[in-house]
Nanobody, 121 residues
Framework: QVQLVESGGGLVQAGGSLRLSCAAS????????MGWYRQAPGGQRELVAL???????IYADSVKGRFTISRDNTKNTVYLQMNSLKPEDTAVYYC???????????????WGQGTQVNVSS
């Protein structure tokens, strides 16, 4: 069973910073893509940032220049450094792992349970 465990959410004032972490576990051989999505109240889940197994990254336009995604393949962990946070960044942030190869299961995609980020004005 592959599990993604997120940490690092919380409450911060506008202009502040937070760092999210997500560790994947469960007989993992490799993970093709890891990333972060978010869902605000009443909204749809949207892509925030994605990183492949190397250094290629994709960002939503709304976070470019403020957020940085990185990854430690030795730990199967992905990070999201969020700077210059705005109230509109308030959402539940979900970790995603796509194309997960394990020793025991077919390739699959997985989600974390979500971590709340609240940015006050």
């Amino acid at each position: 069973q592959v599990q993604l465990v997120e940490s690092g959410g919380g409450l911060v004032q506008a202009g502040g910073s937070l760092r999210l972490s997500c560790a994947a576990s469960g007989s993992i051989r490799s993970i093709n893509f890891m990333g972060w999505y978010r869902q605000a109240p009443g909204g749809q889940r949207e892509l925030v940032a994605l990183i492949d197994s190397g250094v290629t990254t994709i960002y939503a336009d709304s976070v470019k220049g403020r957020f940085t995604i990185s990854r430690d393949n030795t730990k199967n962990t992905v990070y999201l450094q969020m700077n210059s946070l705005k109230p509109e960044d308030t959402a539940v942030y979900y970790c995603s792992a796509k194309g997960v190869n394990t020793w025991t299961r077919p390739m699959g995609d997985y989600w974390g349970q979500g971590t709340q980020v609240n940015v006050s004005s």
